[in-house]
């Protein structure tokens, strides 16, 4: 792997030297995983004048879920406790003769920001915009492959819980049960908090879960994800709890499967977007749904489980083939509850089968 990360180093540098820029310091920990292969807590990464240096507060520890540092990427341990990693880096972008230094200004605080200024002020401090995360749009294989291990882990322990008893367990309890699951398969824990939502909770786009119990009759709702190597994936579905479902949650589910089938359908290397997320809104429009539908019908996935790119109506940007995204329409009823079906796919041209579903739980109206 030391090639990939030096590689991935090899081209934020070319990104660098076009913008004029001799330094760049990384410190949103996701990319800082990205470029070094593990983000001690505080670290910080240096792309240097001379060399890149990964600079810790603390000696890393050998916790496989955190990830393991680039072997060919020195070490800097700051040489007493309470030290700030940027600033520290900032002085050593500047003893290495760098006269400007490019910072992620979106993730730096206006503190930090200031005393990064200040330990090196012959150093011109420049932004980085969101370079790395451009970077880290479009997955190579051993990301996917990271991905649909996540994806596999998440579909065993939603399967199992689907196979126990649920009426009259909270929302809470099933919640945490999951996340026992996921950790117990191989995660290194979930990839968000877990949501499970009840009867009139059902549906809804980030519902906490409650001590709502579980009642026949209800639509049950979950959605979570594994984290596994650092990478997170998602995956939702809707089930009726105890009794065939009633007419009114059939034609529920259904128009929301629709939805979520046109929005898979039309990913594609090269599709707008914006077009991804109108496949699926239309089919919820057209039936009467167009309020309160959620701002975007999904979303990228990777290191961090809401990444670019954004399949929203107002999106820019087309999709490329190695880009893992989320589909997951919703409809919430006030008072009586919804559905929300979520799956993660990773797009691929036509000529490899189209899109990929790495979350292959049914999607079958199911009566538990």
């Known amino acids: 792997m030391s090639e990939v ?36 807590q505080g670290a910080v990464l240096l792309l240097g004048k001379r060399e890149d240096l990964l600079v810790c507060a603390a000696p890393p520890d050998d916790r496989p879920t955190e990830g ?45 920001y ?39 882990i998440a579909d065993q322990a939603l399967g199992e819980l689907l196979e126990s008893i649920l009426v009259g367990r909270t929302e809470r ?13 191989g995660a290194d824990g ?44 998602e995956i939702g579905r809707t089930f009726v709890i105890g009794t065939s479902p009633a007419d009114w949650q059939i034609e529920l589910y259904d128009l929301v499967f629709t939805a979520q089938r046109a929005g898979r359908e039309s990913l594609a290397p090269g599709a707008a977007c914006r077009e991804v997320d109108g496949a699926a809104r239309q089919v919820l429009d057209s039936a009467g749904y167009a309020q309160g539908l959620p701002p975007l019908i999904g979303h990228g996935v990777g290191l961090e489980i809401d990444e670019d790119p954004q399949l929203a109506p107002s999106a820019m940007g087309k999709l490329d083939a190695c880009v893992p ?21 990773v797009v691929r041209p036509e000529a490899d089968g189209g899109p990929e579903l790495l979350t292959i739980t049914t999607k079958e109206l199911l009566a538990l």
């Open 68 to 112: 393991r540092p680039d072997d060919h990427l020195r070490l800097e341990i700051l040489p007493s406790p309470g030290g700030d990693t940027a600033v520290a880096a900032a002085g050593l972008a500047a003893a290495q003769g760098a006269d400007t230094l490019a910072v992620e200004e979106h993730h730096l605080t206006v503190t930090r």
């Open 173 to 185: 309890h099933l919640a945490l049960e999951l996340e026992r699951r996921l950790v117990d398969h």
């Open 190 to 233: 979930p990839a968000f908090a877990t949501s499970v939502a009840t009867g009139p909770n059902a549906g809804r786009r980030g519902h906490r879960p409650t001590d709502r119990r579980v009642e026949e009759g209800d639509f049950l709702s979950v959605c979570l994800g594994a984290a596994y190597r650092g990478y997170r994936c």
């Open 114 to 152: 200031r005393a990064v200024s200040c330990v090196a002020p012959r150093l011109r401090l420049t932004g980085l915009g969101a370079a790395v995360e451009q970077l880290r749009v479009v997955k190579d294989e051993e990301e996917i492959s990271c991905l649909r291990i996540g994806a596999e």
């Open 5 to 40: 990360y030096a590689t991935r180093r090899s081209r934020l540098r070319e990104c660098c030297n076009a913008a004029g820029t001799a330094a760049a310091l990384i410190s949103r920990p996701a990319n800082v995983r990205y470029l070094a292969g593990a983000a001690p």
């Open 325 to 345: 995204v989320t589909v997951e329409p919703g409809v919430h009823l006030p008072g009586r509850g919804g559905v929300r079906i979520d799956d993660t796919l």
